[in-house]
Protein backbone atom coordinates (compact mmCIF):
# COMPACT_ATOMS: atom_id res chain seq x y z
CA UNK A 1 0.00 0.00 0.00
CA UNK A 2 2.53 2.04 0.73
CA UNK A 3 4.14 1.90 -2.76
CA UNK A 4 1.16 3.98 -4.34
CA UNK A 5 -0.15 6.08 -1.66
CA UNK A 6 1.49 9.42 -0.15
CA UNK A 7 0.94 9.44 3.61
CA UNK A 8 1.63 12.40 5.77
CA UNK A 9 0.15 14.48 7.79
CA UNK A 10 -1.89 17.88 7.18
CA UNK A 11 0.62 20.01 8.39
CA UNK A 12 3.80 18.84 6.56
CA UNK A 13 1.57 18.95 3.35
CA UNK A 14 0.89 22.60 4.24
CA UNK A 15 4.67 23.42 4.75
CA UNK A 16 5.67 21.75 1.94
CA UNK A 17 3.01 24.00 0.11
CA UNK A 18 3.77 27.27 1.76
CA UNK A 19 7.80 27.10 0.80
CA UNK A 20 7.05 25.98 -2.75
CA UNK A 21 4.58 28.55 -3.74
CA UNK A 22 6.20 31.50 -2.21
CA UNK A 23 5.06 35.08 -3.49
CA UNK A 24 7.64 37.91 -3.32
CA UNK A 25 6.73 41.25 -2.84
CA UNK A 26 8.44 43.71 -5.45
CA UNK A 27 10.35 45.87 -3.18
CA UNK A 28 13.87 47.29 -4.93
CA UNK A 29 14.83 49.59 -2.75
CA UNK A 30 18.49 50.43 -4.91
CA UNK A 31 21.01 48.46 -6.76
CA UNK A 32 19.96 45.43 -5.40
CA UNK A 33 16.64 45.31 -7.42
CA UNK A 34 18.55 44.92 -10.45
CA UNK A 35 19.82 41.86 -9.27
CA UNK A 36 16.73 40.88 -7.98
CA UNK A 37 15.00 41.39 -11.34
CA UNK A 38 17.64 39.79 -13.05
CA UNK A 39 16.69 36.61 -10.95
CA UNK A 40 13.31 36.90 -11.46
CA UNK A 41 13.92 37.08 -15.73
CA UNK A 42 14.82 34.51 -18.66
CA UNK A 43 18.31 34.02 -17.46
CA UNK A 44 17.88 32.40 -14.04
CA UNK A 45 13.90 32.14 -14.04
CA UNK A 46 13.63 31.39 -10.48
CA UNK A 47 10.28 30.36 -11.52
CA UNK A 48 11.82 27.13 -11.27
CA UNK A 49 12.01 26.81 -7.73
CA UNK A 50 8.56 27.47 -6.84
CA UNK A 51 9.05 31.17 -6.08
CA UNK A 52 6.98 32.79 -8.94
CA UNK A 53 5.08 35.92 -9.57
CA UNK A 54 6.38 39.18 -7.78
CA UNK A 55 2.96 40.68 -6.51
CA UNK A 56 2.57 44.90 -6.13
CA UNK A 57 0.48 44.48 -3.03
CA UNK A 58 1.77 43.26 0.21
CA UNK A 59 -1.36 41.17 1.00
CA UNK A 60 -0.65 39.39 -2.05
CA UNK A 61 2.45 38.15 -1.01
CA UNK A 62 4.57 35.77 1.65
CA UNK A 63 8.14 37.33 0.74
CA UNK A 64 9.51 40.66 1.26
CA UNK A 65 13.07 40.83 -0.15
CA UNK A 66 14.61 43.86 1.10
CA UNK A 67 17.09 44.37 -1.46
CA UNK A 68 18.72 47.85 -0.91
CA UNK A 69 19.39 50.21 1.26
CA UNK A 70 17.17 50.83 4.10
CA UNK A 71 17.15 54.69 4.73
CA UNK A 72 15.35 56.14 7.92
CA UNK A 73 12.55 57.73 6.12
CA UNK A 74 11.86 53.99 4.58
CA UNK A 75 12.03 52.46 7.56
CA UNK A 76 9.10 53.07 8.80
CA UNK A 77 7.11 52.61 5.52
CA UNK A 78 8.84 49.05 5.14
CA UNK A 79 7.85 48.28 8.93
CA UNK A 80 3.78 49.41 7.49
CA UNK A 81 4.19 47.35 4.62
CA UNK A 82 5.10 44.70 6.67
CA UNK A 83 2.42 44.86 9.08
CA UNK A 84 -0.10 44.69 6.13
CA UNK A 85 1.42 41.18 4.67
CA UNK A 86 -0.80 38.22 5.83
CA UNK A 87 1.10 35.69 7.77
CA UNK A 88 3.04 33.18 7.02
CA UNK A 89 5.63 35.78 5.81
CA UNK A 90 9.26 35.86 5.52
CA UNK A 91 11.96 38.55 5.07
CA UNK A 92 15.15 38.07 2.91
CA UNK A 93 18.03 40.39 3.58
CA UNK A 94 19.38 41.35 0.41
CA UNK A 95 23.06 42.74 0.33
CA UNK A 96 25.54 44.72 2.70
CA UNK A 97 23.30 47.41 3.10
CA UNK A 98 19.92 45.95 4.14
CA UNK A 99 21.73 43.53 6.34
CA UNK A 100 24.35 46.11 8.17
CA UNK A 101 24.28 48.91 6.36
CA UNK A 102 26.63 48.63 4.16
CA UNK A 103 29.10 51.37 3.13
CA UNK A 104 26.51 54.31 4.19
CA UNK A 105 26.66 52.52 8.09
CA UNK A 106 27.92 55.79 9.59
CA UNK A 107 25.76 58.15 7.54
CA UNK A 108 22.91 60.17 8.53
CA UNK A 109 19.96 59.05 6.76
CA UNK A 110 20.59 54.97 7.21
CA UNK A 111 19.52 52.32 9.38
CA UNK A 112 22.50 49.80 10.75
CA UNK A 113 20.46 46.81 8.86
CA UNK A 114 16.54 45.72 8.07
CA UNK A 115 16.80 43.21 11.15
CA UNK A 116 16.00 46.39 13.29
CA UNK A 117 12.50 47.04 11.66
CA UNK A 118 11.57 43.55 10.54
CA UNK A 119 12.75 40.25 11.46
CA UNK A 120 15.01 38.47 8.79
CA UNK A 121 14.92 34.98 7.93
CA UNK A 122 17.96 34.73 5.41
CA UNK A 123 20.36 36.98 4.97
CA UNK A 124 22.71 37.68 1.30
CA UNK A 125 25.84 39.33 1.79
CA UNK A 126 27.64 40.88 -1.66
CA UNK A 127 27.46 44.37 -2.93
CA UNK A 128 25.29 43.21 -4.63
CA UNK A 129 24.92 39.48 -4.47
CA UNK A 130 24.57 37.50 -8.11
CA UNK A 131 21.31 36.53 -8.93
CA UNK A 132 22.84 32.73 -7.88
CA UNK A 133 22.88 34.09 -4.21
CA UNK A 134 19.23 35.42 -4.76
CA UNK A 135 18.34 31.77 -5.38
CA UNK A 136 20.34 29.93 -2.62
CA UNK A 137 18.95 32.69 -0.44
CA UNK A 138 15.31 31.17 -1.44
CA UNK A 139 16.30 27.40 -1.48
CA UNK A 140 17.44 27.91 1.92
CA UNK A 141 14.43 29.35 2.84
CA UNK A 142 12.09 26.87 1.67
CA UNK A 143 14.51 23.97 3.04
CA UNK A 144 13.69 25.72 7.02
CA UNK A 145 9.75 26.03 5.77
CA UNK A 146 9.76 22.47 4.69
CA UNK A 147 11.17 21.21 7.67
CA UNK A 148 9.14 23.85 9.72
CA UNK A 149 12.42 25.50 11.20
CA UNK A 150 10.91 28.65 10.47
CA UNK A 151 9.83 31.49 12.97
CA UNK A 152 6.43 33.35 11.41
CA UNK B 1 24.84 93.47 -19.12
CA UNK B 2 25.70 92.27 -15.68
CA UNK B 3 29.45 91.97 -15.26
CA UNK B 4 31.19 89.44 -13.14
CA UNK B 5 33.80 89.36 -10.46
CA UNK B 6 36.14 86.71 -12.33
CA UNK B 7 36.19 84.20 -15.25
CA UNK B 8 38.42 81.28 -15.78
CA UNK B 9 38.36 78.25 -18.25
CA UNK B 10 38.74 75.07 -17.79
CA UNK B 11 41.11 71.92 -19.64
CA UNK B 12 37.75 70.42 -21.05
CA UNK B 13 37.07 74.60 -22.43
CA UNK B 14 34.00 74.99 -19.71
CA UNK B 15 33.89 78.37 -18.45
CA UNK B 16 33.64 79.13 -14.97
CA UNK B 17 32.36 82.42 -14.20
CA UNK B 18 31.83 84.22 -10.38
CA UNK B 19 28.94 86.74 -10.00
CA UNK B 20 27.78 88.98 -7.45
CA UNK B 21 24.84 87.10 -5.08
CA UNK B 22 22.72 90.52 -5.74
CA UNK B 23 22.75 89.96 -9.59
CA UNK B 24 22.45 86.11 -9.99
CA UNK B 25 19.15 86.02 -10.93
CA UNK B 26 19.52 88.95 -13.57
CA UNK B 27 22.47 87.68 -14.84
CA UNK B 28 21.12 83.77 -15.40
CA UNK B 29 18.49 85.18 -17.07
CA UNK B 30 20.68 87.17 -19.79
CA UNK B 31 22.28 83.82 -20.16
CA UNK B 32 19.38 82.30 -21.37
CA UNK B 33 17.85 84.95 -23.57
CA UNK B 34 21.57 84.61 -24.78
CA UNK B 35 21.50 80.69 -25.48
CA UNK B 36 22.07 78.80 -22.69
CA UNK B 37 18.26 77.25 -22.62
CA UNK B 38 19.03 74.38 -20.14
CA UNK B 39 19.36 74.26 -16.67
CA UNK B 40 21.09 70.93 -15.65
CA UNK B 41 21.44 71.51 -12.20
CA UNK B 42 21.84 73.48 -8.78
CA UNK B 43 24.08 72.29 -6.22
CA UNK B 44 25.88 74.50 -3.39
CA UNK B 45 28.97 73.79 -1.39
CA UNK B 46 30.08 75.02 2.06
CA UNK B 47 33.38 76.15 2.26
CA UNK B 48 33.29 76.90 5.90
CA UNK B 49 33.45 81.01 6.13
CA UNK B 50 30.52 80.89 3.09
CA UNK B 51 28.52 79.06 1.35
CA UNK B 52 28.21 79.25 -2.48
CA UNK B 53 25.66 77.99 -4.75
CA UNK B 54 26.64 76.62 -8.38
CA UNK B 55 24.30 76.57 -11.83
CA UNK B 56 25.66 73.82 -14.54
CA UNK B 57 23.72 75.88 -17.69
CA UNK B 58 24.11 74.23 -20.61
CA UNK B 59 23.47 75.57 -24.71
CA UNK B 60 21.38 72.99 -27.02
CA UNK B 61 22.34 75.29 -29.92
CA UNK B 62 26.20 75.23 -29.91
CA UNK B 63 26.48 72.44 -27.11
CA UNK B 64 28.35 74.97 -25.17
CA UNK B 65 28.59 74.76 -21.39
CA UNK B 66 28.96 77.60 -18.43
CA UNK B 67 29.48 76.86 -15.01
CA UNK B 68 27.84 80.49 -12.40
CA UNK B 69 28.87 80.33 -9.48
CA UNK B 70 27.94 82.97 -6.51
CA UNK B 71 28.57 83.37 -2.61
CA UNK B 72 26.62 84.01 -0.28
CA UNK B 73 25.42 84.41 3.06
CA UNK B 74 22.97 81.54 2.59
CA UNK B 75 20.00 83.17 1.09
CA UNK B 76 19.79 83.78 -3.16
CA UNK B 77 17.22 84.58 -5.01
CA UNK B 78 15.16 81.73 -6.77
CA UNK B 79 14.81 80.82 -10.19
CA UNK B 80 12.13 78.85 -10.78
CA UNK B 81 10.97 81.78 -12.88
CA UNK B 82 12.85 80.82 -14.92
CA UNK B 83 13.52 77.28 -15.41
CA UNK B 84 10.41 75.17 -13.95
CA UNK B 85 13.16 72.24 -13.00
CA UNK B 86 14.68 74.49 -10.83
CA UNK B 87 12.30 73.82 -8.41
CA UNK B 88 13.35 70.66 -7.45
CA UNK B 89 17.03 71.48 -7.64
CA UNK B 90 16.65 74.17 -4.87
CA UNK B 91 14.71 72.57 -2.90
CA UNK B 92 17.44 69.53 -2.66
CA UNK B 93 19.97 72.56 -2.23
CA UNK B 94 18.08 73.57 0.69
CA UNK B 95 17.32 70.38 2.29
CA UNK B 96 21.23 69.25 2.22
CA UNK B 97 23.12 72.68 2.42
CA UNK B 98 20.86 74.68 3.97
CA UNK B 99 20.88 77.53 1.23
CA UNK B 100 17.29 79.72 1.28
CA UNK B 101 15.79 80.50 -2.24
CA UNK B 102 13.90 84.06 -2.02
CA UNK B 103 10.45 83.69 -3.77
CA UNK B 104 10.83 80.00 -4.07
CA UNK B 105 6.96 78.71 -4.73
CA UNK B 106 7.41 75.94 -2.18
CA UNK B 107 10.31 75.53 -0.35
CA UNK B 108 10.25 72.33 1.85
CA UNK B 109 12.61 69.76 2.29
CA UNK B 110 12.49 67.20 -0.94
CA UNK B 111 14.88 64.00 0.62
CA UNK B 112 15.22 63.89 4.36
CA UNK B 113 11.93 63.87 6.62
CA UNK B 114 9.96 66.88 7.36
CA UNK B 115 11.34 68.20 10.93
CA UNK B 116 14.65 66.94 10.39
CA UNK B 117 17.55 69.62 12.12
CA UNK B 118 20.28 71.12 10.47
CA UNK B 119 21.24 70.48 7.11
CA UNK B 120 23.81 67.46 6.83
CA UNK B 121 25.95 68.70 4.01
CA UNK B 122 27.27 71.69 5.82
CA UNK B 123 30.76 71.13 7.79
CA UNK B 124 29.35 71.91 11.04
CA UNK B 125 26.18 69.49 10.98
CA UNK B 126 26.92 67.23 14.51
CA UNK B 127 27.19 63.42 12.83
CA UNK B 128 27.52 61.70 16.51
CA UNK B 129 24.01 63.33 17.25
CA UNK B 130 21.74 60.71 15.33
CA UNK B 131 18.33 61.54 14.42
CA UNK B 132 15.34 59.13 14.53
CA UNK B 133 12.18 59.00 11.64
CA UNK B 134 8.53 57.57 12.29
CA UNK B 135 5.51 57.59 10.63
CA UNK B 136 2.83 59.14 12.29
CA UNK B 137 -0.85 58.02 12.38
CA UNK B 138 -1.89 61.47 9.78
CA UNK B 139 0.89 59.55 7.27
CA UNK B 140 3.44 62.46 8.25
CA UNK B 141 7.16 62.05 9.65
CA UNK B 142 8.15 62.52 13.23
CA UNK B 143 11.84 63.03 13.12
CA UNK B 144 12.90 62.96 16.85
CA UNK B 145 16.67 62.26 18.96
CA UNK B 146 15.30 59.38 20.74
CA UNK B 147 16.34 56.05 19.44
CA UNK B 148 12.87 54.39 20.55
CA UNK B 149 11.02 56.77 18.54
CA UNK B 150 11.63 56.08 15.40
CA UNK B 151 14.35 53.86 13.37
Known amino acids: MSDSILVTSLDEALRWGTGKSLWPFTFGLACCAIEMMSAMGPDYDWARFGSDVFRDSPRHSDLMIVS ?3 TKKMAPRIRRLYDQMAFPKFVISMGSCASAGGPYVRGYSVVDGVDQVVPVDVYIYGCPPRPEALIQA ?3 L ?10 H | MISVESETKLKSGIRVVYVPKENIFQYLKERK ?3 FDTLLMITG ?7 EVVYHLLSTRTNERLVVKTKTDGEVDSVTPLWKG ?3 HERETWDLVGIKFRNHPNLRRILLAEGWVGHPLRKDYPMDKKQYVN ?3 DGEDRVSFDNKEGY
Do not use: C
Not at chain 1, 142 to 151: E, F, L, W
Open chain 1, 142 to 151: QDRIVAGKVR
Open chain 2, 86 to 88: ANW
Open chain 2, 33 to 35: EEG
Open chain 1, 68 to 70: GTV
Open chain 2, 45 to 51: VDYRDHL
Open chain 2, 135 to 137: LGD
Open chain 1, 138 to 140: LKM
